[in-house]
């Protein structure tokens, strides 16, 4: 088979379509024969050398797929070769076959075309761990998503409205806030011209935002905290804005507030395998019924994933970006 390897770290440019050995599926795992993968700030950091896969896993880039499955391995049951799927990965997703543990798998969902299904598996479970089975977002609060109009903003919106919340975004940009407002976001914040501290206690009466998904780390610790609500709950996902910040714990008792900081890449297989089995059961239905959608801003062929990269780079998308097998 095909797939984007990486001799060297560097720049998009590093990105090679190669010949590689075909996997073959074990214990337990599904072989996809790969429609599509999804481009990930992840993938990024990969690719610079800063985020090796987990021990064990595919050298290749791509935390998710859709497609179909190839072949079953041993002790495999609910799926059979030929389904339509989609799932997470730890890696490999750039390339045309990628082997992936049952309990990873997705069928992809009532309404949704295959291609598109490849945009789902990492922000769905992303999001639907993080705000609703750590934070507990309930229906009538108010979640604060920074990077709204990115993959795991997007999706974020969409299924805190689907639960009866408030959303509020920051974005760069009215137009990027337009397509978070389309989706159903309430209070559209831009980030290059307004302080998200003093827009959220405004649009809140001085209460503040329950939950709030952050994508930047460092940068905004001490911000997200005054921003909070009392009893409200930080949670951490990404470290576009660094490593290292200073916490105030006097303002963070003040608020009875909780921050907590997870990545899914390097969870056990059992802990990814409930997430996704709770996926499947609370977002799923959503997609059939029309309340939540695939947001997709361009698809791109796999070979030239080096592209897809400087897209991403340059934060000109809204949604995902796709590769294309």
Known sequence: MHAITIPEPGGPEALVWAEVPDPVPGEGEVLVEVAASAVNRADV??????????????????????????????????????????????????????????????????????????????????????????????????????????????????????VGAKVAVTAGGPEKLERCRELGADILIDYREQDFVQEIRKATDGAGADVVLDIIGAKYLGSNVKALAVNGRIAVIGMQGGRKGELDLGALLMKRGAVTATSLRGRPLSEKAAIVAAVREHVWPLFATGRVKPVVDRTIPMRDAGEAHRVLESSVHVGKILLTV
């Open 45 to 162: 950091l990969q690719r610079q050398g800063f985020y090796d896969p987990p021990p064990g896993t595919s050298a290749y880039p791509g935390l998710e797929c859709s497609g179909r499955i190839a072949a079953l391995g041993p002790n495999v049951s609910g799926w059979s070769v030929g389904d339509e799927v989609c799932a997470l990965l730890s890696g490999g997703g750039y390339a045309e076959k990628v082997v992936v543990p049952a309990g990873q798998v997705l069928p992809v969902p009532e309404g949704v075309d295959v291609t598109s299904a490849a945009a789902l598996p990492e922000v769905a479970c992303t999001v639907w761990s993080n705000v609703f089975m750590i934070a507990h977002l309930r229906p009538g609060e108010t979640l604060l998503v920074h990077g709204g109009a990115s993959g795991i903003g997007t999706m974020a919106i969409q299924l805190a409205k689907a």
